[in-house]
C-alpha cells in the first residue's frame, strides 16, 4: 500500500455499519465487497469514527448507516456536518434473513448495515429540521403526560372499585373527570389514614399533571402563533375536526407537506395504507398497518368521525361503504380521503372548502 500517496482512495467508497448503543458503537467498514475490519467505539464519538476513516482511507468517499431510534439525529447531524454522506434507516425496512435473525449480534448487525448499504438495499427515513425536532419534542412531551394522567386516573378507578367506595351516579363521572367529581373524592373516607393518604397523594399528582398540561398546551398555543406556523394553523382549521391542537400536531409531524410527491405515500407515512400479503394470484389485504406516525394516524381518524358529521360529500361515502362493511374501516377510508385532501389545500395555500 503506498502510504506515501495522499489521494490513494480517492474515489473509492468506503460503506460503514453503525450499531448504536447507548455506551458503544459497533462499527463495520467495508471497502467494495471487502470487509476491513470490525470495531467498538467506547465512549460513542463521531470523532473518533471520522479519525479512524481519514487515517485509514485518505480521500475516500464515505458512507455511513446507522438504524432510527434512542439516539435520534444527532449523529447524522455531526456527520454531514464534516461532508459525510449518512443514511439513518428504520429498523423494520432492513432486509433480514432468517440466518441472520438467528445469528444475531452487534457486530453481525453492523456488518449487515454495512452490506445492504453497499448494494443499495437501503432507504434513508426523513431527517427533520433540527427546530422541527424540538418543537416535535413539544408536542410529543404533550402526548407522554396525556398518557400519565390516565394511567393516574385509572390507578384512582382501581382504588375506589379495590375498597367498594362506589358514590353513587358520582362514580359515572369518571369519563368527564368533572371537578364536582374530583372533589367529591377528596371527601371519601377510608377506615385508616394510610388509606385515605393514598388516594390524597393520587388526587395531587392527578393535579400536578393537570397543570402541568395546561402549560405545556399553553406553549403550544403560543407557538402556532408564531410566524413559522400561524398561517398552517388557519388553512388547517378550516378542516371540519382539525383544531389548533392537532394542526400543530400534523405540521410538526410532516413537515413540509411537499416532500409528498402523491397521496399514497402520505398516507403510507401516515399509516394508512393495508396489510397485503400476495402469493401466486392470491391477495390477501388485512386491516391497516402498524407502521406509520401513530399521532398522525390517531390525529386523522378522530378528526374524520367529525369530519363525516359536517361533511355531507363525506358522510354520504361514509354511509355508502357501510353497507358492505363495519363502520370502524370505512372511517379509515374516510381518513385517506380527507388527507387528500388536507394535503391539497396544504399544497394550494386554501382553505378547505364543505360541500353545500
Given at each position: 500500500?503506498r502510504?506515501?500517496?495522499?489521494?490513494?482512495?480517492?474515489?473509492?467508497?468506503?460503506?460503514?455499519?453503525?450499531?448504536?448503543?447507548k455506551?458503544?458503537?459497533?462499527?463495520?467498514?467495508?471497502?467494495?465487497n471487502?470487509?476491513?475490519?470490525?470495531?467498538?467505539?467506547?465512549?460513542?464519538?463521531?470523532?473518533?469514527?471520522?479519525?479512524?476513516?481519514?487515517?485509514?482511507?485518505?480521500?475516500?468517499?464515505?458512507?455511513?448507516?446507522?438504524?432510527?431510534g434512542?439516539?435520534?439525529?444527532?449523529?447524522?447531524?455531526?456527520?454531514?456536518?464534516?461532508g459525510?454522506?449518512?443514511?439513518?434507516?428504520?429498523?423494520?425496512d432492513?432486509?433480514?434473513?432468517?440466518?441472520?435473525?438467528?445469528f444475531?449480534?452487534?457486530?453481525?448487525?453492523?456488518?449487515?448495515?454495512?452490506?445492504?448499504?453497499?448494494?443499495?438495499?437501503?432507504?434513508?427515513?426523513?431527517?427533520?429540521?433540527?427546530?422541527?425536532?424540538?418543537?416535535?419534542?413539544?408536542?410529543?412531551?404533550?402526548?407522554?403526560?396525556v398518557?400519565?394522567?390516565?394511567?393516574?386516573?385509572?390507578?384512582?378507578?382501581s382504588?375506589?372499585?379495590?375498597?367498594?367506595?362506589?358514590?353513587?351516579?358520582d362514580?359515572?363521572?369518571?369519563?368527564?373527570?368533572?371537578?364536582?367529581?374530583?372533589?367529591?373524592?377528596?371527601?371519601?373516607?377510608?377506615?385508616?389514614?394510610?388509606?385515605?393518604?393514598v388516594?390524597?397523594?393520587?388526587?395531587?399528582?392527578?393535579?400536578?399533571?393537570?397543570?402541568?398540561?395546561?402549560?405545556?398546551?399553553?406553549?403550544?398555543?403560543?407557538?402556532?402563533?408564531?410566524?413559522?406556523?400561524?398561517?398552517?394553523v388557519?388553512?388547517?382549521?378550516?378542516?371540519?375536526?382539525?383544531?389548533?391542537?392537532?394542526?400543530?400536531?400534523?405540521?410538526?409531524?410532516?413537515?413540509?407537506?411537499?416532500r409528498?410527491?402523491?397521496t399514497?405515500?402520505?398516507?403510507?407515512?401516515?399509516?394508512?395504507?393495508?396489510?397485503?400479503?400476495?402469493?401466486?394470484?392470491?391477495?390477501i389485504?388485512?386491516?391497516?398497518?402498524k407502521?406509520?406516525?401513530?399521532?398522525?394516524?390517531?390525529?386523522?381518524?378522530?378528526?374524520?368521525?367529525?369530519?363525516?358529521?359536517?361533511?355531507?360529500?363525506?358522510?354520504?361515502?361514509?354511509?355508502?361503504?357501510?353497507?358492505?362493511?363495519?363502520?370502524?374501516?370505512?372511517?379509515?377510508?374516510?381518513?385517506?380521503?380527507?388527507?387528500?385532501?388536507?394535503?391539497?389545500?396544504m399544497?394550494?395555500?386554501?382553505?378547505?372548502?364543505?360541500?353545500?
Amino acid at each position: 500500500m503506498r502510504k506515501d500517496n495522499k489521494n490513494y482512495f480517492s474515489e473509492i467508497d468506503i460503506y460503514v455499519g453503525l450499531d448504536v448503543h447507548k455506551n458503544n458503537w459497533d462499527v463495520s467498514i467495508y471497502v467494495g465487497n471487502i470487509h476491513f475490519k470490525s470495531i467498538s467505539i467506547s465512549p460513542p464519538s463521531c470523532k473518533i469514527l471520522v479519525d479512524v476513516l481519514e487515517k485509514n482511507f485518505i480521500g475516500g468517499r464515505y458512507h455511513v448507516v446507522y438504524e432510527a431510534g434512542f439516539s435520534g439525529f444527532w449523529i447524522y447531524d455531526e456527520l454531514t456536518e464534516k461532508g459525510i454522506d449518512c443514511v439513518v434507516v428504520s429498523p423494520a425496512d432492513i432486509p433480514m434473513s432468517n440466518k441472520n435473525k438467528n445469528f444475531k449480534t452487534d457486530r453481525n448487525d453492523s456488518k449487515q448495515l454495512a452490506q445492504k448499504l453497499r448494494s443499495g438495499l437501503l432507504e434513508g427515513i426523513h431527517i427533520p429540521e433540527k427546530v422541527q425536532r424540538e418543537h416535535r419534542a413539544l408536542l410529543r412531551l404533550r402526548n407522554k403526560y396525556v398518557k400519565d394522567r390516565t394511567r393516574i386516573k385509572n390507578y384512582i378507578k382501581s382504588n375506589l372499585m379495590f375498597f367498594g367506595k362506589v358514590i353513587g351516579k358520582d362514580y359515572e363521572d369518571t369519563k368527564s373527570w368533572s371537578k364536582r367529581f374530583i372533589e367529591s373524592l377528596s371527601g371519601i373516607e377510608y377506615l385508616s389514614k394510610e388509606g385515605k393518604g393514598v388516594i390524597t397523594e393520587l388526587l395531587k399528582m392527578l393535579c400536578i399533571y393537570d397543570e402541568t398540561l395546561k402549560d405545556v398546551e399553553k406553549r403550544i398555543k403560543q407557538l402556532s402563533l408564531t410566524q413559522q406556523y400561524n398561517q398552517d394553523v388557519e388553512i388547517l382549521c378550516s378542516v371540519p375536526g382539525i383544531s389548533t391542537l392537532s394542526a400543530m400536531v400534523m405540521l410538526i409531524e410532516i413537515g413540509d407537506f411537499n416532500r409528498f410527491t402523491d397521496t399514497n405515500k402520505l398516507k403510507s407515512y401516515v399509516g394508512l395504507i393495508p396489510q397485503e400479503h400476495s402469493s401466486g394470484e392470491k391477495e390477501i389485504k388485512t386491516g391497516i398497518t402498524k407502521r406509520g406516525n401513530k399521532f398522525l394516524k390517531k390525529i386523522i381518524i378522530e378528526v374524520s368521525w367529525v369530519a363525516i358529521r359536517k361533511d355531507k360529500t363525506l358522510l354520504s361515502t361514509y354511509t355508502r361503504l357501510t353497507k358492505r362493511m363495519k363502520g370502524s374501516k370505512a372511517i379509515i377510508i374516510i381518513a385517506g380521503i380527507l388527507l387528500n385532501r388536507i394535503r391539497s389545500i396544504m399544497r394550494k395555500r386554501e382553505q378547505y372548502k364543505i360541500a353545500a
